[in-house]
């Protein structure tokens, strides 16, 4: 595993429910999408002892989230609200590997944006897909 789980400088804003599932941003790559990882733990698993579908939207969501907040403004990095969410689950992600989230902008303007974003294994299997709508929240 990677010790890039414990830099603070990879980990920006980070909320209750990331420290809780442990997941690490990077908003550094220079193609400006937000990426979302996390080290699945036997804890991330359900009964059947792959990632459980709800930490698989999260990921996802918090992508987009990100994606969008870098978008409108990287500087200030401005909250972005879901307006509408999908997720597509495409294969299963067990215990011990990586998982990756990466949240892309397809289009919108200056009130809504769409989003979508892509969840692959080490391998680059993909897991799930996700679309959404996401709103800035206004500042002030």
């Known amino acids: ?7 603070p400088e990879l980990r920006i ?5 990331q420290r809780l599932i442990g997941w ?3 908003t550094g790559h220079p193609d400006g999408r937000a ?3 996390l080290d699945i733990t ?3 698993t359900n009964r059947h002892g792959v990632l459980h579908g709800g930490i698989i939207a999260t990921l996802l969501d918090s992508a987009c989230g990100i994606s969008g907040s870098m ?3 990287k500087a200030t990095m401005p909250p972005m609200l879901s ?6 689950f495409l294969a299963a992600a067990t215990s011990g590997s990586r998982v990756t989230a990466i949240g892309t902008i397809t289009g919108g303007g200056k009130r809504t944006l769409f989003i979508g974003a892509e969840l692959t294994d080490e391998q680059g299997t993909l897991i799930a897909t996700s ?3 996401y709103k800035p929240v206004r500042q002030g």
Not at 1 to 7: C, F, G, K, Q, V
Not at 13 to 17: N, V, Y
Not at 83 to 88: G, I, K, L, M
């Open 131 to 133: 679309t959404g709508v």
């Open 71 to 73: 978008h409108v403004d």
């Open 13 to 17: 804003g980070e909320t209750g429910t």
């Open 24 to 26: 690490v941003t990077d």
């Open 1 to 7: 595993m990677n010790s890039a789980r414990h830099d």
């Open 83 to 88: 307006v509408s969410f999908t997720t597509q």
């Open 35 to 37: 990426r979302v990882w």
């Open 42 to 44: 036997p804890d991330h």
